[in-house]
């Protein structure tokens, strides 16, 4: 793997369609932050990243109680903890994702013209530019899974890799770990797809499994972090409140010793729907807002621990109620399109109706692509599975459809917007089908 300047250097002097999505991307860029929306956008969520960067600072996390992992953090750090210089960096990060983009599609073997071309159109896509001004995790979530696309599209990564490849490789997936837990599955799923392409009974344990070496690490090495602060061994202390969020329908349903979860949460479940609001945050507004959990006189680690062990009681006596739960609502939001701003950030209020009016239409497009890609995914798996033969479109789709499983199974809450990072690949994964179906019916 080649990333070094003089690499890149080279690799823009002989394809110009490089240049020409760094001029435009920087360009779309300056002017969007400069003239129309010259905010950085922050969200309750970004909070806690500046706290752990802050902490960062000191070089001691003695104390920290456990709420992010430091991956973002650390970018935050090195922006001096400044809001528009984070923006600034994940501009940057974002026109470098436009250009492996366009080495993805190169790999996937569509001529430079088209594949520039498309690059140019998904990166007017709104939600791209808006959530890189945005104090949360997706843009660099989403840098570090173009760049592990990039890699296993390679022509050669099919064919066995060396043992350095793979240590390299896993470095950048125990980066992304670290960034966020949840992609700790990616690894595996990588392992998994490529020894199933190239199957073989002695094949099973191969080189691929050093993949597995640092996104492990990473996730052990954190979680004994939090064990040895909070007392409990988990990558996040949010991971109780979030597996509790995918009951808060059949909240009360739980059994009789947590009740003292069950009632409140319920209450305020029905308060929550009463006031029109996000009834995915009625655990949160009970904690936060009504106070109903202080008089145990728990911390947060403690509390959200109890809430684990609500959350795995109530799920396991209600698996009907929680099956209904994932499957009608916490997967299906991961498809809904989002974008991350603040409309009143805007400049001007016609720029605020114009961007308004553009975004209606684009959320369209994304709905009608992923409509097409679930098609194409069924039809990928049938043939997969017809076929016994693994190709390249059934590997992209299932880094998609997998988190989307996954994710629906840990918590109920901001779904839609963890698809952000992996709406390129269903881009791909289509233009990719009708590529392959028009060669088959031209021979």
Request: glycine residues 4%; charged residues 15%.
């Amino acid at each position: 793997m080649k990333f070094s300047f003089k690499y890149w250097q080279a690799k823009l002097l002989e394809d110009k369609n490089l240049l020409r999505l760094i001029v435009i991307g920087f360009l779309a860029r300056a002017i969007m932050f400069l003239v129309f929306y010259p905010e950085a956008t922050v969200f309750p969520d970004s909070g806690g990243f500046f706290r752990l960067a802050k902490k960062m600072s000191t070089l001691s996390l003695e104390g920290y109680i456990g709420k992010r992992s430091p991956g973002y953090p650390l970018l935050i750090l090195f922006a001096f903890g400044q809001y528009k210089l984070v923006a600034i960096y994940q501009f940057v990060l974002g026109i470098f994702n436009s250009l492996l983009w366009y080495k993805i599609l190169l790999n996937l073997k569509f001529s430079r013209k088209f594949s520039f071309f498309t690059v140019l159109v998904m990166q007017s896509f709104i939600n791209v530019i808006f959530y890189e001004t945005a104090i949360i995790v997706e843009s660099l979530s989403l840098i570090f899974i173009s760049l592990s696309v990039y890699i296993i599209t390679k022509p050669d990564y099919a064919k066995q890799q060396s043992i350095r490849k793979e240590f390299y490789f896993s470095l950048i997936l125990g980066f992304l770990v670290l960034v966020k837990p949840f992609f700790v599955y990616l690894p595996f799923l990588i392992y998994g797809l490529f020894t199933l392409k190239n199957f073989s009974i002695k094949n099973i344990i191969n080189k691929r499994i050093v993949l597995l070496i640092f996104p492990v690490l990473m996730y052990l090495g954190w979680s004994y972090v939090n064990k040895v602060n909070t007392g409990f061994f988990v990558s996040t202390t949010y991971l109780g409140m979030n597996l509790s969020q995918n009951c808060v329908y059949f909240a009360e349903k739980a059994p009789e010793e947590y009740q003292w979860i069950a009632k409140p949460y319920a209450e305020y479940r029905e308060k929550t729907l009463s006031e029109n609001r996000n009834v995915a945050m009625s655990l949160w507004n009970a904690y936060g807002e009504g106070h109903v959990f202080d008089q145990y006189n728990l911390t947060f680690p403690q509390l959200t621990n109890e809430f684990q062990k609500y959350a795995k009681a109530t799920i396991a006596a209600n698996p009907k109620d929680y099956a209904e739960q994932v499957i009608y609502r916490s997967w299906w939001d991961f498809w809904k399109p989002t974008t991350a701003w603040h409309l009143e950030n805007f400049r001007f209020d016609w720029a605020r109706s114009l961007f308004s009016f553009i975004w209606k239409i684009q959320e369209q497009i994304i709905i009608l692509v992923t409509v097409l890609f679930g098609v194409t995914t069924l039809v990928l798996s049938f043939l997969a599975i017809y076929k016994r033969k693994i190709n390249t479109a059934f590997i992209l789709a299932c880094f998609v459809i997998v988190p989307s499983i996954l994710q629906g199974l840990v918590t109920y809450g901001t779904n839609s917007k963890y698809s952000y990072p992996f709406d390129f690949l269903m881009f791909f994964v289509v233009l990719l089908f009708i590529k392959e179906r028009k060669q088959l019916f031209a021979k």
